[in-house]
C-alpha cells in the first residue's frame, strides 16, 4: 500500500512564520498580502536595474523606470525569475557585489533577443509591507491565480468543523508544529482530513484526505490532490494513499478562469460527498469486471490511455496482492495499478500515473 511524504518534507521545513492553526488565520495572512500587491506591465529593454544603496556594495537590487521611479527592491526569487527573462546567470550575479551585478544584467536586458511575440515585455508584482518589494516578475500572459482566491475557495466550500488539520500526539500542547497549514512569501500549503467520518473498505476503515497549493509568483501550479488513506502519523507521512486524483492548472491566461469553474465545483463537490457515496463507489468498482481474462483487461487498459507494460503489471500486482483483490475488477486494477505506481521515481510519472488509477473510478 503506497506510503506519500508530500506533507511530510512540508510539516519538516517550514518555519514557524510559516506556520498556521486555521484557515482564518492564514486566509488573514495572504489577504493581506494581495490587498498590498499591484501588477505593472513593463517593457524590460527600457528599465533600470541599480543597487538599492549606491554606497553599499552589498544592497540589492531595484528595478527603476523610465522616470526614475522605483518599483521596488527585488526578493531573492523575483531576480532569478529577472535573470531568466534576461538570459544572464542568476547563480554567477548573486556572487558579486550589487553594484557590479547591475552591468551585465543591464546589458542583458537592453540586448536580450527573444522571439516570444511579447518581446521583453513582462508583469512585475510589488507588494508594499513597511517598504516595496518586486514578489516576481513573470511573462505578460501570466494568468495568476491569488493565494487569497485559494485559501477562501477553502474557508467557503469545506467545512471546517468536520475537515481538519489531522490529529498529532503533540497537537494540544505545540499546535504550529502539528499543523499541514503554510504558507511563505512564494506559495501556500494546505493539507486537511476529514478523520470522522470512516468509510468501510477491505475489513478496515479509510479516510479521506485533500491537498491544495498554490503560488502567485509563479513557484508553482495550482493544485487539488484528492485521496483516501489509512493513517496519517505524527511526523505527517500519509500511510496508504489511494485513489489519488489530481488537478493541475497552470498559471495561464486562463488559469484564474478554470480555477473558478473547474477547481472550485471539484473541490466543493468532494468535500461535501457522503460517506455512503463513495462506498456505494467502491462496491460498485469491486462488482465490476472489465473483461474475462488479463489480454481483455490488457485491452480495456489500453484504451484507457495505460501502455501495455503498465496494465500487464497492474494486472499482476493486483493478482498478487495479499488482500485478494480481484485483477479483472475496476478495484482490483485500482489498487493494482497504485502499487506499479510505487516503482516510478519520478514524482511527476508516479502523480500522473495514480492520477490515471483513481480516474478508472469513473467508469463505475
Excluded at 150 to 170: C, E, F, H, Q
Aim: glycine residues 6%; aromatic residues 8%; proline residues 3%.
Amino acid at each position: 500500500m503506497a506510503n506519500s511524504n508530500s506533507v511530510h518534507v512540508q510539516w519538516a521545513s517550514r518555519p514557524a512564520d510559516e506556520r498556521f492553526t486555521s484557515v482564518d488565520d492564514l486566509y488573514t495572512k495572504v489577504l493581506s498580502r494581495r490587498e498590498s500587491s499591484s501588477v505593472a506591465d513593463v517593457a524590460l529593454d527600457c528599465v533600470q536595474v541599480a543597487p538599492v544603496d549606491a554606497e553599499n556594495l552589498g544592497s540589492e537590487i531595484q528595478v527603476i523606470d523610465q522616470s526614475g521611479k522605483s518599483f521596488g527592491q527585488l526578493t531573492h526569487y523575483a531576480f532569478g525569475q529577472l535573470c531568466n527573462r534576461a538570459g544572464a546567470p542568476a547563480g554567477y550575479l548573486r556572487t558579486l557585489p550589487a553594484q557590479l551585478a547591475c552591468i551585465p544584467l543591464q546589458w542583458s536586458l537592453e540586448k536580450r533577443e527573444t522571439a516570444s511575440d511579447e518581446g521583453n515585455d513582462a508583469k512585475i508584482l510589488t507588494r508594499v509591507n513597511g517598504h516595496t518589494n518586486i514578489a516576481a516578475v513573470t511573462s505578460t500572459t501570466y494568468g495568476r491565480i491569488w493565494d487569497a482566491d485559494v485559501v477562501r475557495a477553502i474557508r467557503d466550500n469545506v467545512d471546517l468543523n468536520v475537515w481538519k488539520v489531522p490529529a498529532a500526539s503533540y497537537s494540544e500542547n505545540d499546535p504550529k508544529r502539528a499543523t499541514t497549514l503554510y504558507a511563505s512569501d512564494r506559495d501556500v500549503f494546505m493539507f486537511l482530513v476529514n478523520e470522522d467520518a470512516g468509510i468501510d473498505v477491505d475489513g478496515g476503515t479509510i479516510k479521506r484526505g485533500v491537498i491544495v497549493w498554490n503560488s502567485e509568483v509563479g513557484s508553482a501550479t495550482f493544485g487539488i490532490a484528492t485521496f483516501l488513506y489509512d493513517h496519517v502519523c505524527d511526523n505527517r507521512i500519509i500511510w496508504g494513499q489511494r485513489e489519488f486524483r489530481e488537478i493541475k492548472i497552470r498559471h495561464t491566461a486562463g488559469g484564474p478562469h478554470r480555477f473558478v469553474a473547474r477547481a472550485v465545483p471539484e473541490l466543493q463537490a468532494y468535500a461535501q460527498a457522503s460517506t455512503i457515496e463513495i462506498e456505494k463507489t467502491i462496491k460498485r468498482a469491486k462488482a465490476t469486471e472489465v473483461a474475462d481474462n488479463q489480454q481483455g483487461v490488457t485491452d480495456w487498459l489500453k484504451r484507457r490511455g495505460f501502455t501495455i507494460p503498465q496494465a500487464r503489471k497492474a494486472y499482476e500486482m493486483a493478482e498478487k496482492d495479499p488482500r485478494g483483490y480481484n485483477p479483472r475488477s475496476v478495484w482490483g486494477l485500482v489498487q493494482g495499478i497504485t502499487d506499479a505506481a510505487h516503482d516510478i521515481k519520478n514524482t511527476d510519472d508516479r502523480t500522473a500515473l495514480e492520477t490515471k488509477a483513481g480516474n478508472l473510478l469513473d467508469s463505475v
